[in-house]
């Protein structure tokens, strides 16, 4: 356990620039547009944090496998110490993820309030989903969509360092012509309406069971790549 433990803190050590420099750009464009908004005030400024970590956990998720997986097995670790380490630090990262959106949610809508600023609007799921409470609606969604995210990224990148862009490149292929299938599509349509109808938070729980399975996907076929030379 102190090895994967280990593992898991030098793959945040090696991460922990990237998230640096994400948050602090998000926050900087999330001020500017602020302030540029209340200063004009001719138009309405619509701002998405939960989009940006979840394309932020995707790219880091993905190039995890090639910039730590030889660097980790050469370390001394076992291919499954290592996929337990990179699940470990996923799992943390989306949950801190998660709370600080949340941070930021609140104290945006704070200042929106005390100032009566009107032009300016911050995405929140709670919007969607109006039966639950801020804080609970957002940091589940977030985690489950964070989770499927970075799990769906690692096994692309699991994918990329075995057969290169092939590998990637084929599964999109393959989801883009499951999707068109029209029952496929039907069924997906249905299943969202029902979550919003119904404000089914419940229901974004499969996306952790999806998870495990590309997690599985992704051990499996991690154990049966060569290394790399570096």
């Known amino acids: 356990m102190n090895r994967i433990l280990s593992a898991k803190s030098i793959l945040e050590v090696r991460n922990i620039k990237t998230q640096s420099i994400f948050w602090g750009f998000l926050l900087l464009f999330l001020t500017l547009s602020l302030v540029l908004t209340v ?3 001719d138009f309405t400024t619509q701002f998405t944090n939960s989009v940006a970590i979840y394309i932020f956990m995707a790219i880091s998720s993905y190039v995890l496998i ?4 030889n660097y980790c097995i050469h370390f001394g670790l076992t291919r499954g110490e290592f996929m337990t380490a990179s699940i470990l630090s996923r799992v ?3 949950i801190v993820m998660a709370l ?3 941070i930021i949610l ?11 600023i009107e032009h300016f609007n911050i995405f929140s799921w ?8 801020l804080i609970v609606t957002n940091m589940w969604i977030d985690f489950c969509v964070g989770i499927l995210v970075s799990s769906a990224a ?3 990148g699991a994918l990329y360092y075995k057969w290169g862009l092939v590998g990637p490149i084929s599964v999109i292929v393959v989801l883009i012509l499951a999707t068109s299938l029209p029952f496929i599509r039907s069924n997906l349509f249905d299943f969202f309406e029902r979550v919003y109808s119904e404000q089914a938070l419940a229901s974004f729980g499969w996306l952790l069971i999806v998870s495990i399975v590309l997690w599985a996907c992704t051990y499996l076929l991690l154990n049966r790549v060569d290394l790399k030379r570096e």
């Open 106 to 116: 609140v104290s945006v809508n704070q200042i929106l309030t005390s100032f009566s």
């Open 39 to 41: 200063t004009v005030n």
């Open 154 to 156: 690692m096994l692309s």
């Open 92 to 94: 943390q990262n989306v």
């Open 126 to 133: 709670s919007s969607i989903f109006t039966d639950h409470s």
């Open 100 to 102: 600080i959106n949340i």
């Open 66 to 69: 090639g910039k730590n997986f």
